[in-house]
């Protein structure tokens, strides 16, 4: 396990920015504070964590899991009856001599730059950004883009179990991205104002909800393990009686140890039946179900497993994040399993004459569909190779003039670098034990 660290953080973030992970957001334009953008392989990667994510989900014999995609902007009605709109705060300590805004629940001790700062009373600074829907501003068209993907779930709690006949226990997963103008947002992509979440709400009977919530922490821990998160890094964390949210009978915390110590990566929350409840008092529509079993109409107990997506991108960057030492040089190298490495296999012709080439794009063509592949064509081979080490990417193919005559490549693993020679033809049941 690699001890991480500042220096180590830094390396991390300028490899996932040189190399086209994650680019600061309005560069051109001088960078937008705490905003990115995902460049072409961290959005390959991005969106290999959350494939991985509903594969999870939907191949388990265990359990029913219906996915749904909801709007970012909803009734402000929605976040009234869910409390966002009163609660959803974080309390805000402004310094009255430089107009330093700092969260004061999370820090020892307040600074700024001031000698002598002088910091006014914490108060209340609600998290939602507000916008207007049409041509006019006012009270009424007052909107919110969503904090969570969650509550977009609760509200369709009854459209899905009616359309889908879901019968209890069953499950809802919603991902995509939420909005929170954090104070002190930061860490590079582990907290952004605009980030993308993947919530799961499970619906059980009542009775059935602590059996439910250790499933579910199992389930997940397991699931950042199958990414190839080492289990150093990750840990649970109970919440005490002080930090639960006042609807929530239980929460555990799946930490996970990052370059500045351990902090949350997903939220795992028994929530009982506060959001139904709450959705159908405000709304006045039954939101029950009704249990056949019983012959009785009831409001279903959720368990939520509440995960962030950028943040495991993050998370899972600082995990894969490897140096060894090769000819006195120090190599580094992501080292990310096959089925998320945005690029999967590096195909490299030793030259760039025609013939090399032409080989080249004939394997690439072979393997393209089903594999993702780059021809790299570039600089020294020991060059591509630190680039394709670099990026994560599990194996390259070298196409040399021994190929045009005997039919072989040579395969190079990235993690220990050893090299065999394959023929063509059998390349493609060569990746497929992968
Ligand atoms: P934190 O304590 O870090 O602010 P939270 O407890 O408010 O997080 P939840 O509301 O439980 O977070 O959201 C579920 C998940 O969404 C978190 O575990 C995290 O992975 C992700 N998440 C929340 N806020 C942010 C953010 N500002 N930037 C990136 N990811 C976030």
């Not at 919530?199 to 199958?226: A, G, L, N, P």
């Amino acid at each position: 396990m690699v001890e991480l660290n500042r220096e180590l953080f830094e390396k991390i973030v300028k490899v996932a920015q040189s190399r086209g992970f994650v680019f600061n957001s309005s560069s051109i334009y001088g960078g937008l504070r705490s905003s990115y953008d995902y460049g072409p392989l961290g959005s390959i990667l991005k969106k290999n964590i959350s494939e991985e994510w509903w594969k999870s989900l939907s191949s388990n014999p265990d359990i029913n899991i219906y996915p749904i995609d909801t709007s970012i902007i909803q009734s402000s009605q929605v976040w009234k009856a869910s409390g966002h709109l009163s609660e959803f705060s974080d309390p805000l300590v402004e310094c009255k001599k430089c107009n330093t805004r700092l969260r004061s629940d999370m820090l020892n001790d307040l600074s700024c730059d001031c000698d002598f700062p002088e910091f006014t009373e914490p108060k209340n600074f609600n998290l939602m950004f507000s916008t207007n829907i049409g041509p006019t501003e006012n009270e009424d068209s007052k909107v919110y883009l969503r904090p969570e993907t969650a509550q977009g779930i609760f509200i369709n709690f009854e459209n899905v179990q009616r359309t889908m006949r879901a019968k209890l226990p069953f499950g809802i997963a919603n991902i995509g991205k939420s909005f929170r103008n954090e104070i002190t947002p930061g860490q590079f992509i582990f907290r952004t104002r605009e980030f993308e979440q993947m919530e799961i709400e499970f619906f059980c009977k009542t009775e059935d909800s602590s059996k439910w919530f250790e499933y579910w922490k199992e389930k997940r821990m397991q699931w950042y393990h199958s990414l190839g998160i080492s289990k150093d890094y990750l840990r649970f964390r109970e919440h005490n009686e002080s930090e639960l949210a006042h609807y929530a009978k239980q929460t555990v915390d799946i930490e996970f140890l990052y370059p500045w110590g351990w902090g949350e990566l997903e939220g795992i929350a028994d929530r009982g039946k506060y959001d139904i409840e709450a959705h159908q008092n405000a709304s006045g529509k039954d939101l029950t179900y009704f249990d056949t079993e019983d012959n009785l109409k009831i409001v279903p107990n959720v368990i939520e497993p509440a995960a962030g997506l950028t943040r495991t991108v993050f998370a899972l960057l600082c995990a894969s994040y490897k140096e060894d030492n090769v000819n006195n040089e120090t190599r580094n190298f992501f080292s990310f399993n096959f089925n998320l490495a945005p690029v999967q296999i590096g195909i490299l012709p030793l030259s760039k004459k025609d013939n090399l080439i032409k080989l080249a794009n004939e394997i690439n063509n072979m393997l393209l569909g089903k594999y993702r592949t780059e021809i790299d064509v570039t600089q020294s081979i020991g060059k591509r190779y630190r680039r394709q080490d670099e990026i994560g990417t599990p194996f390259c193919i070298t196409v040399d003039f021994d190929s045009l005559e005997d039919g072989k490549v040579t395969i190079r693993d990235r993690d220990n670098m050893q090299q065999q020679r394959v023929s063509i033809d059998k390349l493609l049941k060569f990746f497929d034990k992968d």
